[in-house]
């Protein structure tokens, strides 16, 4: 037996790989890095790889949807953990350099550092780029002033500096990221179930009815989300987590009588939900 | 009185312009290009435009997140209106070429046309770009055979062929857009109405409740989604849009009362929905 093969959405130094460290910190594994999310989610369809690391909320590298899109089509795919990490955002250049005329970063990376950039570097023109990664790839290679946001990896990969660390708005932004695989995860005691399904369009209520099934059972969701089906927009599927495992005795019947509403049903998975340990 | 100014986010090509260009039909405006949505939406607090058009759901310029955290930090922003247009996805490419070593876009445009690529440039590397239009102008300035994927508009602006038209993988993928403004819109009797609330954290069946307060008064919701609030996650504010016009007797009522229910609440607008019309 090697080490197991896990994938994440790179490139080098984003971070997505910051958390894949953090969540098989101590396993012998190796981190395959991919340039988009289908590419990566069907290769652990296909077996190349044993699972994938993926944003999910409040991501800085791009929007999870196209995730719960695949999670969705693509079979016997499973949600088999969580890792929540505190947003880290630095201000990355050459050595030396300490005015710029450009700041490159991804869109959301520079959403969650404008007041910083505005205040600092006023005359600084934004430009976005594809990744944080990518940023400090195109700062290391050009000659200009520019300065890139990005992690501490992606400086150490690019060859550059920390000119100023932690330039983000707010001190207390998080990103969630998941794991995805193939095998079942045994309950803990301490567990999260995703769960997928549409209800019946267009009726008030319907929703309402569906969380009742949770609410009467004492279970706490703790998101719901509706995003539009493949159709047309109208058309919708609820993602929702709720705290226990789908083996759970209140859980499992909660998951039977949505279930029975629902014109199309779903477990996405169940798996420990981060306590929030350090990395 | 001159022409109205309206903001969208640019560049000049992207799926954004052709929102605001039919949302606006008929109307004397010019369109005024953003580089990201937040200081496009402080232009319409600060008076520089009169109002702004985003991308909301399935969007392939990027995430409305942003534009959500500020319309619940900006005062005076309101939702006034909402265009869905059908995702229309081209291949472009410099005069003549057939075949490409490179496809570019922005991620969530490669990854929904991910199953035309594959069949038809089995070979070409897929490359991540910042939006649709960036694609256009890289392909447009450079030599090599790539080529871009985006839209009719980016092929005019940077003098590209359309190569194969209408290459998404799936037909009735559709985008929906936001308008911003600062007046409130009166009833037409078919509104809809954004709201953002949040519940006590971790009780279950708050958000039930919540939502038994729309279903109760036979009020349907369109959209629901928990969205973490700034704090850290865990903490979540509700989006909703339900149907009706904050005017309406039996929506004010629904509105009262979650309100009661709420430790955040806010009305983001009422606007006339969406009904198809052809731009």
């Given at each position: 037996?090697?080490?197991d093969k896990i994938g994440y959405?790179?490139?080098?130094?984003?971070?997505?790989?910051?958390?894949?460290?953090?969540f098989f910190?101590?396993?012998?594994f190796?981190?395959v890095?991919?340039?988009?999310?289908p590419a990566l989610i069907r290769s652990v369809s296909d077996g190349h790889i044993t699972c994938a690391v993926v944003?999910?909320?409040?991501?800085?590298?791009?929007?999870?949807?196209?995730t719960?899109?695949l999670l969705l089509s693509e079979e016997g795919l499973l949600i088999t953990g969580e890792?929540?990490?505190?947003?880290?955002?630095?201000?990355?250049?050459?050595?030396?350099?300490?005015?710029?005329?450009?700041?490159?970063?991804?869109?959301?990376?520079?959403?969650?550092?404008?007041?910083?950039?505005?205040?600092?570097?006023?005359?600084?023109?934004?430009?976005?780029?594809?990744?944080?990664?990518?940023?400090?790839?195109?700062?290391?290679?050009?000659?200009?002033?520019?300065?890139?946001?990005?992690?501490?990896?992606?400086?150490?990969?690019?060859?550059?500096?920390?000119?100023?660390?932690?330039?983000?708005?707010?001190?207390?932004?998080?990103?969630?990221?998941v794991v995805i695989g193939t095998q079942p995860v045994p309950?803990?005691?301490?567990?999260?179930?995703s769960?997928?399904?549409?209800?019946?369009?267009?009726?008030?209520?319907?929703?309402?009815?569906?969380?009742?099934?949770?609410?009467?059972?004492?279970?706490?969701?703790?998101?719901?989300?509706?995003?539009?089906?493949?159709?047309?927009?109208?058309?919708?599927?609820?993602?929702?987590?709720?705290?226990?495992?789908r083996?759970?005795?209140?859980?499992?019947?909660?998951?039977?009588?949505?279930?029975?509403?629902?014109?199309?049903?779903k477990i996405l998975g169940s798996y420990?939900?981060?306590?929030?340990?350090?990395?």
């Open positions: 037996m090697g080490a959405l790179g490139p080098i130094g984003t971070f997505t790989e910051q958390a894949m460290a953090c910190a101590g396993k012998d190796f981190g890095p991919y340039g988009d999310i944003p999910a909320e409040n991501s800085v590298e791009g929007s999870v949807n196209v719960l899109d890792v929540v990490l505190p947003v880290m955002h630095h201000l990355l250049a050459r050595q030396g350099l300490r005015s710029f005329k450009k700041i490159l970063s991804h869109p959301h990376a520079l959403a969650q550092c404008r007041g910083f950039i505005d205040r600092r570097f006023p005359t600084a023109v934004k430009e976005a780029t594809a990744s944080t990664a990518e940023a400090a790839r195109l700062v290391s290679a050009c000659g200009e002033p520019w300065a890139a946001i990005g992690t501490e990896e992606a400086a150490a990969h690019y060859g550059l500096e920390v000119v100023i660390r932690a330039v983000q708005d707010y001190a207390d932004n998080e990103t969630r990221f309950p803990t005691g301490r567990d999260k179930t769960l997928a399904f549409s209800l019946v369009h267009d009726r008030p209520g319907a929703l309402h009815g569906a969380l009742g099934e949770f609410a009467d059972r004492g279970i706490n969701l703790t998101k719901i989300e509706s995003r539009p089906a493949r159709r047309s927009i109208g058309y919708y599927v609820f993602f929702a987590d709720c705290e226990g495992h083996e759970d005795e209140l859980l499992a019947a909660a998951i039977e009588a949505v279930k029975r509403r629902s014109t199309y049903f420990p939900r981060w306590e929030g340990r350090r990395c």
